[in-house]
């Protein structure tokens, strides 16, 4: 059985991470170890600090989880050059510790692959996933370190991998290679299985028994255009007073939001379990990407959009240029004016789920995301 080293873009397993989602999914037919490190739980620089000598000082260790193998090894976050040197010495030693067959990696930090070892005639195969834009900007120190790690990493890399067309266009305009496209999915047997006491029971939690529920799911940060869609809410529910908006997840923003915008039936719920979050998605009635337009935001594939489709729900989101190519048929692009998305609302509450759209499920599912990568793997 063919061993695999995963370095997924983020060690926060509260949320859907791109690697690690395939990672489970290809644990189905191979040995899959996933790096996994300590990351700050608040951007503070004692928090950062705290992780940083966590993941100095920790020993290395693989622990089960959901199938896979997670491994901690010693690494540094500075000096950069140092750590460079270091970390790729890690992975090394990793890799030919454990006979690794194959390294699948998304970090553009952190984790350099190491040039390739060799045991009698066998080499690892190297495959470089690019799952988020490395920077949008190349103006400050911290983005050229980025942007020069990423190109050294796409030179390197036997099979560079692009979770979206935008993306795939940026590795060749600034790389000069090409990429194969892979999109980002969701568990749909995970939705699909979820019950109707599961999603009263969640609807009863936040008292919107027979609500109308519009819902965000995912991180907050200045990426995500909260005092938008507050705005358009606020518009709607005077035409629609039984309804409520739903903020799920944490992130940088969450308490600046909560404090400004909590009432009108605003109910900010924090980062729920992860076994939660499928229930969450169902027990929406449309959901919501507003996204602030951006380069980063542009080329991203945002994961939330094929968990809404596989929770069977329609979605009002910002016309971001990676929508473009995908043609989600269950997205509904809008112009981010309050007006526009309040008269979208109005217009979603009347639609219902084409049962054709279940079709998405065989596209991006991810086990058939899984498929994509092993077709690489095994050439």
Partial sequence: MKRILVIP???????????????????????????DWQEPLRPSFPAR???????????????????????????????????????????????????????????????PAPVKPSWGNKSYINIFDFNDLPAEEIKTRADRWVYSFTEKESRKADYITACSYSLKEYVKSNFSRDAVYVPNGANF???????????????????????FVIGYIGNLGEWVDIELLVKSYLIFKKK?????????????????????????????????????????????????????????????????????????????????????????????????????????????KGLLWDEKWDSLSKIYDWERIAEEFSGLIEG
């Fill in 9 to 35: 873009h983020s060690a926060d397993k509260q949320v859907r991470v791109r690697l690690l989602e395939v990672g489970q999914a290809l644990s189905r037919r191979y040995r899959v170890f996933c790096l």
């Fill in 49 to 111: 600090l705290k992780a940083a000598s966590f993941n100095a000082l920790t020993p290395l260790r693989a622990l089960n989880y959901k199938g896979i193998s997670l491994v901690n090894i010693p690494f540094l976050h500075r000096p950069l050059s140092f750590a460079y040197w270091f970390n790729q010495r890690q992975i090394l030693r990793f890799i030919s510790s454990y006979k690794v067959d194959i390294l699948l990696h998304g970090l553009n930090y952190f984790f």
């Fill in 189 to 211: 047997s995970e939705f699909s299985s979820v019950d109707s006491s599961a999603i009263r029971e969640v609807r009863k939690r936040h008292s919107c028994e027979g609500k």
């Fill in 240 to 348: 629609f007073k039984s309804s409520s908006l739903w903020i799920i997840g944490g992130g940088p923003c969450l308490d600046k939001y909560k404090k400004r915008f909590l009432g009108e039936d605003i109910v900010f719920t924090r980062a729920v379990p992860r076994e939660e979050v499928a229930s969450y998605f169902c027990a929406l009635d449309i959901g919501v990407n507003p996204s602030r337009k951006s380069i980063f935001q542009n080329k991203a594939f945002h994961i939330k959009l094929v968990e809404y489709a596989a929770a069977r729900k329609i979605v009002i989101s910002t016309p971001l240029e990676e929508l473009g190519y995908s043609k989600f048929p269950h997205v509904l692009l809008k112009e981010p004016l309050p007006e526009v998305w309040a008269e979208a609302f109005m217009h979603a």
